[in-house]
């Protein structure tokens, strides 16, 4: 069980606009900004897109935004095109000896 | 160009060890806190363990701890994790990765490829 939790999967059409969760808690992602995500292409090494909770990456597309609320971070994909199909991870800093948390993972299907 | 190129997985039989290494190179290694992330066969990803720049500070998940043991040899740009008593659970793809800042938060802008550390009998 992963110490964040994100949805399985989600989906979208192209054009469209999708939004991904991850919820942690007060000892993660409710206490730091440190809150990044990352897609990953099958058969890839994860790609940075978002870093400190909504900052993006240089290179990295507008279309995709990050923000957070108390314990529940969000990725936001805008109009979806076929290429951003893939899985996405949320991660957090927690301050602690167990330095970092990631998400379950949440496959994104661009229909 | 920041390139991580880890080498050292392979196959070995539970209750064995093996030793990761990770060699970096087009940025200041010593100013940054590297991390090894895995990733099981079907899998998410799973942060491993992180040191700091300097080696003062190694942190490791709850899973690999008192097993697995990260340093870095910072005269030759180079991350290690050793791997002891290494149980089926522990097969997966290391990653090894570094954050754009030079301490440990949890995130990374360059991965490496990935080295295969299967354990089986």
């Known amino acids: 069980q992963s110490a964040l939790t994100q949805p399985a999967s989600v989906s979208g059409s192209p054009g469209q606009s999708i939004t991904i969760s991850c919820t942690g808690t007060?000892?993660?992602?409710?206490?730091?900004?440190?809150v990044s995500w990352y897609q990953q292409h099958p058969g890839k090494a994860p790609k940075l897109m978002i870093y400190?909770?909504?900052n993006r990456p240089s290179g990295v597309s507008n279309r995709f935004s990050g923000s957070k609320s108390a314990d529940t971070a969000s990725l936001t994909i805008s109009g979806l095109q076929a290429e951003d199909e893939a899985d996405y991870y949320c991660s957090s800093y927690t301050g602690s000896s167990t330095a970092v948390v990631f998400g379950g993972g949440t496959k994104l299907t661009v229909l | 160009e920041v390139q991580l190129l880890e080498s050292g997985g392979g196959l070995v039989q539970p209750g064995g060890s093996l030793r990761l290494s990770c060699a970096a190179s087009g940025f200041t290694f010593s100013n940054r806190a590297m991390s090894w992330v895995r990733q099981a066969p079907g899998k998410g990803l799973e942060w491993v363990s992180a040191i700091s720049g300097r080696s003062e500070r190694t942190y490791y998940a709850d899973s690999v701890k008192g097993r697995f043991s990260i340093s870095r040899d910072n005269s030759k740009n180079t991350l290690f994790l050793q791997m002891n008593s290494l149980r089926a659970e522990d097969t997966a793809i290391y990653y090894c990765a570094k954050p754009p800042r030079g301490e440990v938060t949890g995130e990374f802008d360059y991965w490496g490829q990935g080295t295969l550390v299967t354990v089986s009998s």
């Open positions: 007060n000892s993660n992602i409710g206490t730091y900004n440190y």
């Open positions: 400190d909770v909504s």
